[in-house]
């Protein structure tokens, strides 16, 4: 059964060769790669303003720059232990995703915050901040639905 202490999932740990639009639901969450790649794609999200912000495009180039990133990645973890890889495709991978980087931008983008939001992070902020100084637990961090949807 699912769910037991030692026992090996179905679903991969690690991306695929070939480009998958539901990579990362696809991978098993529980793994180190999959928490890595996830974050990876918000801190790329947030960099640019955040997922609600970025266009369909740029949500699509986001997704495939994380992706190719680990490709590149897995290339040279492979050297590193002394394996041969393909030089031609980790060239072309590194080729391509210094495109999809120059293509969404090298540097963070300014989000603009509505005087909601900043109130809404300010108060949240103080509760925290009130708690902790309490002794008290004070929750889970915030993080934007949207972002979390979208991973």
């Known amino acids: 059964m699912a769910g037991k ?15 998958n639009p539901r990579f990362l639901e696809e991978l098993d969450r ?5 928490k890595q790649l996830k974050e990876r794609l918000r801190l790329l999200m947030t960099d640019l303003g955040g997922w609600r912000d970025l266009s369909y495009q740029e949500q699509s180039l986001c997704k495939r ?8 990645e897995t290339k040279e973890l492979a050297l590193a232990a ?3 890889i393909d030089e031609n495709k980790y060239t072309n991978a590194i080729c391509a ?6 293509k969404l931008g090298l ?41 979390e949807e979208a991973i």
Request: hydrophobic share 30%; charged share 25%; glycine share 8%.
């Open 97 to 102: 995703l210094s495109g999809l980087l120059s």
């Open 107 to 147: 540097k963070k983008r300014v989000k603009v915050l509505s005087l909601h939001d900043y109130l809404q992070a300010k108060t949240h902020e103080l509760q925290r901040t009130t708690a902790t100084q309490d002794g008290a637990d004070p929750g889970p961090e915030p993080s934007s639905s949207s972002t």
């Open 5 to 19: 202490r030692g026992q090996r999932g179905t679903k991969p740990i690690e991306v695929g060769s070939q480009y």
């Open 65 to 72: 720059a994380v992706h190719l990133e680990r490709l590149i």
């Open 82 to 84: 002394g394996r041969t």
């Open 30 to 34: 529980r793994s180190m790669v999959a």
